[in-house]
Each structure stands twice: as C-alpha cells, then as structure tokens.
C-alpha cells in the first residue's frame, strides 16, 4: 500500500510517539494510529486495542460539525465505560465532546478537512 508523503511535523511527531512507545516498554500499545468515526464505538476500539492516536480534526472543527444525531443510540451503552477511560490532555476536550455532550462526527462528513494524529493515550 502507497501512502503520501508526510510533511516535516508530522514526521517528527511520528518519532515522538515512537520514542515514546519505546521508552514505554508496553508491548500492547500499538504504533499505530487509527483513522476512524468520532463515536462511541470507535473511540472506544481505538482505547481498547491500545492505538496510541487517532486521525481527527482539530478541536474547533470537530466542534462546528459534530452532532448527536452522528453518535447513533446502539453505541450509547460504549459511553459510560469510555467516560472512565484515562486519555492523553491533548485529548480530553474530543473524549469530552463525544461522552459528556454525546456528539459524534461520521468519515463521511470529515471529508476536505485536514486531519491530524492526536495522542490518545
């Protein structure tokens, strides 16, 4: 698989996380980083399976286009066990979005937004 070029930050915050992960010593967290919905399910997938980030928008557009009608009621039972999950500063404003004010966004309406891996764990 092909992918494209990176930019120079994002390289370089690449290599942070994979220090990271090395200093870390953990054999479950994962490098990668996952690209997905912001909703309970995925949310949780990505905590769960030890992802270190995710793909998202930044916070201010991810708030403009983030609604509750794109966190569909069967993955409201993910909430409660989601809410208590420990997450990075860098994250807590998007797990906050997405548990307290139960607000999600879909790929499909994440498309001409640039994305960028925000540490999750």
Same mark, same amino acid.
């Given at each position: 698989m092909s992918y494209?070029?990176? /930019?120079?930050r994002a390289l370089r915050?690449?290599?942070? &996380?994979?220090? %990271? &992960?090395?200093?870390s010593g953990s054999? %479950? #967290? @994962?490098?990668?980083? @996952?690209? #997905?919905? #912001?909703?309970?399910k995925d949310v949780s997938i990505?905590? /769960?399976e030890g992802?270190?980030?995710m793909l998202l928008p930044d916070l201010s557009t991810l708030q403009q286009h983030a609604s509750p009608a794109m &966190?569909?009621?069967k993955q409201l039972k993910f909430v409660p066990a989601l809410a208590t999950k420990a997450v990075e500063p860098v994250f807590q404003p998007y797990h906050k979005l997405l548990c307290q004010q139960l607000? *999600? &966004? %879909?790929?499909? /309406?994440?498309? *001409? #937004?640039v994305l960028k891996p925000i540490s999750i764990r």
């Open positions: 494209p070029p990176l /930019n120079a915050y690449l290599q942070q &996380l994979q220090q %990271r &992960l090395i200093a054999e %479950r #967290v @994962k490098t990668s980083i @996952k690209a #997905v919905h #912001v909703d309970a990505a905590l /769960n992802y270190c980030a &966190l569909p009621d607000k *999600g &966004l %879909r790929q499909q /309406n994440m498309q *001409g #937004v």
